[in-house]
């Protein structure tokens, strides 16, 4: 029951209220709704601030996301869990996995914008590659964004990271 609660308010944020939104600026956006039951194991795994606390502050964040469809428990994120944590400078990471779409992806937090940017524009298109599919990234500058996440009790800034 408390799931479908979640993914009724999840619903009526992305098509209710969010697009007035971006409307009210004059800009396009995007929405989606991801899958967290089915990802929670592989967040866990990888120490994801939304399951553990204790994680460090943030250099950056990574949004990644593969256009590949399937059921996240068909996927392989024990490989890739393995893989990721061998990589410089990651903290964690959340899986995502899109509701409806079954789209891979991730929000993974590193502790320089430096270790950020080599994975999304060099590692990651290796990954999709490997995969055979398009893919999706964006990076974020966590240091522009601080103090708005602590406000909101960010995970990333409540675990004792300073």
């Not at 967040?43 to 399937?70: I, K």
Request: charged letters at 15%; one cysteine or more; a negative charge.
């Amino acid at each position: 029951m408390r799931t479908l609660i979640h993914l009724q308010n999840a619903s009526s944020f992305v098509t209710g209220y969010f697009p007035g939104e971006p409307r009210s600026f004059g800009v396009a956006h995007n929405t989606r709704v991801f899958d967290a039951e089915a990802t929670a194991t592989a967040s866990r795994d990888m120490g994801a601030a939304h399951y553990n606390s204790g994680a460090a502050a943030p250099g950056a964040f990574v949004y990644t996301e593969l256009q590949l469809s399937v059921p996240f428990e068909e996927a392989p994120w024990q490989a890739r869990n393995a893989a990721l944590k061998m990589l410089p400078g990651l903290q964690n990471k959340v899986w995502l996995s899109g509701l409806q779409t079954r789209t891979l992806g991730g929000f993974d937090a590193f502790d320089t914008l430096d270790n950020a940017l080599d994975f999304a524009l060099n590692l990651f298109p290796e990954t999709a590659a490997e995969l055979g599919c398009a893919f999706y990234t964006r990076v974020f500058d966590a240091s522009v964004t601080e103090a708005a996440s602590r406000a909101m009790n960010s995970p990333y800034y409540t675990g004792g990271g300073a």
